[in-house]
């Protein structure tokens, strides 16, 4: 257990529907970022947050994607509308404040959209 | 950042060394090697960084090469929970162009063999 958890662990929807994710940080940690693995891949970054401040996102989230950490501590990741290429493990990390701090990911939230 | 090449797959035997090797030719002066590894069905986990001196933690040892294009994660007794896809990350992280986001590309995956 890495201090990092996640919310729920799995979920299957419906094309269409919305779902949002839960990280809680490890709490005396600035930084947290949303990471996307398919089956067979590595992670790939979504977005990080330092504090509340949302400082970078990827191209990968496409405008059905909206992540939130509005008092600097647990974040959310919605999906709007979602689709079958959505199916994917979501993962969460959090990090002191520099850069070379290493990450501490949480189990992860699997994503299976029918 | 740099881009990194690692084999797909190698194996040991338990109690012996296991040497994952990295390829990072075109690694530049400010980049750092990260050492991550993912157990199946877990978030990534750290093991070991370096800039251009050799690394030792509880974990594992890195080699970095004089020339920096090269490095080696060595668990020194592997076991069996060591089994895990390993990804070797190159990334700045001081400085401008520090980059808070880990790249990871596929990873090797090590089978520990009883």
């Known amino acids: 257990d890495t201090g990092v958890s996640q919310d729920p662990r799995h979920k299957i929807t419906k094309r269409g529907q919305n779902v949002t994710f839960r990280c809680d940080p490890i709490?005396?940690?600035?930084?947290l970022y949303w990471y996307r693995q398919t089956l067979g891949q590595g992670p790939e970054f979504l977005t990080y947050?330092?504090?509340?401040?949302?400082?970078?996102k990827s191209r990968l989230l496409s405008d059905r994607f909206s992540a939130e950490r509005p008092k600097g501590s647990f974040s959310t990741l919605e999906i709007q509308r979602t689709e079958q290429g959505d199916s994917a493990m979501y993962l969460c990390?959090?990090?002191?404040?520099?850069?070379?701090?290493?990450?501490?990911f949480g189990p992860g939230t699997r994503l299976t959209v029918l | 950042d740099a881009k990194t090449t690692q084999p797909p797959s190698m194996d040991c035997a338990e109690g012996r060394a296991a040497n994952l090797p990295c390829n990072h030719s075109?690694?530049?002066?400010?980049?750092?090697v990260y050492w991550y590894r993912q157990i199946h069905s877990q978030g990534p986990q750290y093991i070991i960084h370096g800039l251009k001196n050799n690394e030792t933690n509880e974990m594992a040892s890195l080699i970095i090469t004089e020339d920096r294009k090269s490095s080696t994660l060595i668990l020194p007794h592997a076991t069996l929970r060591d089994t895990a896809v390993y990804y070797c990350i190159v990334r700045v992280v001081l400085g401008p162009g520090a980059n808070s986001k880990l790249t990871f590309g596929k990873g090797i995956t090590l089978s520990v063999r009883p």
């Open positions: 990390a959090s990090s002191a404040l520099a850069s070379y701090n290493e990450q501490f």
């Open positions: 947050f330092q504090n509340e401040a949302q400082l970078e």
């Open positions: 709490s005396e940690h600035n930084r």
């Open positions: 075109t690694i530049s002066g400010n980049e750092y």
